[in-house]
């Protein structure tokens, strides 16, 4: 295989080794593969965490800032959103600016914007600096891919892009944990502020360590109207499906966003055959692993991220866990995704992706028809089977997707697919969030009025029957001071039972996703370029 040939840019004392037991710097820290490891590590950890750690807060966030159960959405599909549509305009912007740049550039504006959510005061100034929180991370993260491939040979770089891949999995599994935490002991803004001094460490170890690399071929335009494109799709789509429990499916407007989406997917899809240096290069889609390498991201993180959603309303609300408490309960997912992690490296390696990634899918889809059946008084012990299944099921997934994705693609483009595969995991969170937010809503929005008028409650008004389902959908009772114990029992019964039923069909729709995942695991395969990587050599 012949190495992609990069420009060293620093500077003769900063230069890196060609000798192919790896990359060695000629002076200093500067480029040491392992070092480079662990900065980018800590990077990314600060985004991967972000991910989830918000969910344990959502509970919190909602009733301090007075949110709906929309806003809440949002919080969550702003900054997925934002990652999604960026990373793969800012894995170009790596390439022609210089990796070493952009993950700093990433790092600080992270920073900077979690502080800012901690400084916010309402929840529109929340969901907006989440957006920035996620433009910044989408800086860092296939800035992050790009300068391992840069840092280490050929034959270490699969070992490197599995520890990297675990940090991810690891750090978006501990987030309900960390956050639950911090949320109880301190406040939910502290969840926020905690990335200030990570982003700060990240930056001075990017400072000292780091080695700009740039491609020889690197791009000298932007798609632009790609980028337009592709990011009016993505948010027609999620906002038709975060507006059509309030619009109704069968209304309008709720199927104009979506005609408007499709028709922009199709127009995005024209032009990109077109231009000369494509935001996506349609023809990387030839090759069926790596379409089924992308699909298969989008379908793992629709199911577990999407579900995840529900279970800390779950845990809290309904159960009334303190936030540390609900983060405990997700400690079996949390340790099964970091036991599982060497484990699906070490049989990818071995079998190769395609095994390892449907089993993992089975058991993905397997867990989540369990959390279809919890109850209100659903046990621990049951509730952690069907966690650590969850978590075991997604460790192959995690840590297979790169070998999939980049490995079947061209060593050209590389790059793009480096940031194909993170759009891919932040689109199907974004979507998972959204239509199983969709499903819950949907469902209960049907039964509570009746559920109510079954458990004897008086009638309630069209204003206070919206109200009231906006808090169910959410796990929490719509009582107020003063009402008899017995109306609050009732209430709350009515409640958790909808909340409940609402759940149970989002998590049996996240397991028919995860089950038609299992059929695309079987279309991947170890790529041509699996074993090709930064065997980079330097003028």
């Known amino acids: 295989m012949t190495s992609q040939t990069t420009i060293d840019t620093t500077g003769p004392g900063d230069r890196a080794s060609t000798d192919p037991s790896g990359p060695t710097p000629a002076a200093g820290l500067r480029g040491h593969p392992w070092l480079t490891l662990i900065t980018v590590a800590v990077g990314v950890m600060m985004v991967a965490l972000d991910g989830t750690i918000v969910a344990i807060a959502n509970p919190a966030i909602q009733k301090d800032l007075g949110a709906s159960f929309a806003d809440v959405q949002w919080i969550t599909n702003g900054y997925f959103l934002a990652l999604a549509v960026c990373l793969i305009t800012a894995g170009k912007l790596g390439d022609r600016f210089g990796h ?286 069907w966690f650590a299944l969850l978590g075991f099921g997604l460790a192959p997934v995690m840590v297979g997707a790169t070998e999939v994705i980049v490995g079947n693609a061209p060593m050209e483009l590389s790059g793009v697919a480096g940031g194909l595969q993170q759009a891919a995991m932040q689109i199907g969170g974004s979507l998972g969030t959204a239509v199983l937010g969709a499903v819950m809503a949907s469902r209960v929005d049907s039964e509570l009025p009746d559920n109510w008028a079954g458990a004897g409650l008086p009638k309630l008004p069209p204003e206070q029957l919206d109200q009231a389902s906006e808090a169910v959908q959410v796990g929490v009772a719509p009582v107020t001071k003063g009402m008899p114990e017995a109306l609050v029992a009732k209430i709350t019964t009515v409640a958790h039972d909808t909340f409940i039923s609402g759940m149970s069909l989002a998590s049996l729709v996240a397991a028919g996703v995860a089950a038609v995942a299992v059929l695309v695991a079987f279309l991947t395969k170890r790529g041509e370029n699996a074993e090709a990587g930064a065997g980079v050599g330097h003028i």
């Open 100 to 385: 070493r740049q952009t993950f700093l550039i990433g790092v600080t504006g992270f920073a900077a914007a979690s502080g800012a959510i901690g400084l916010s005061n309402s929840i529109a100034a929340v969901v907006t600096f989440r957006v920035f929180q996620g433009l910044f991370g989408a800086l860092l993260m296939p800035a992050a891919l790009g300068l391992l491939r840069a840092a280490f040979p050929a034959e270490k770089l699969n070992m490197a892009i599995g520890i990297w891949g675990m940090v991810i999995g690891a750090s978006t599994a501990g987030g309900p944990i960390l956050g639950g935490v911090l949320v109880e002991h301190v406040n939910w803004q502290s969840v926020f502020f905690i990335n200030v001094p990570v982003g700060v460490l990240a930056l001075l170890l990017g400072l000292l360590i780091l080695l700009d690399h740039r491609a020889e071929n690197a791009p000298r335009s932007f798609d632009l109207p790609g980028i337009v494109l592709l990011s009016g799709a993505m948010f027609c789509l999620v906002w038709a499906l975060i507006k059509a429990p309030t619009w109704g499916w069968g209304d309008v407007k709720t199927w104009g966003f979506i005609g408007a989406s499709a028709l922009l997917f199709v127009l995005f899809a024209v032009w990109e055959t077109r231009v000369a240096e494509p935001l996506i290069p349609l023809g990387m889609f030839r090759s069926i692993p790596l379409s089924a390498g992308v699909v298969l991201m989008v379908l793992m993180a629709i199911a577990f991220m999407g579900g995840l959603f529900f279970v800390t309303f779950y845990l809290q609300n309904v159960h009334g866990m303190s936030p540390i408490d609900a983060g405990l309960h997700l400690l079996p997912l949390t340790g099964m995704m970091i036991v599982g992690s060497p484990l699906a490296g070490a049989a990818i390696t071995k079998l190769g992706p395609r095994i390892p990634l449907a089993g993992g899918m089975a058991a993905t889809a397997i867990a989540m028809y369990g959390m279809s059946t919890l109850k209100a008084d659903t046990g621990s012990g049951l509730m952690s089977v």
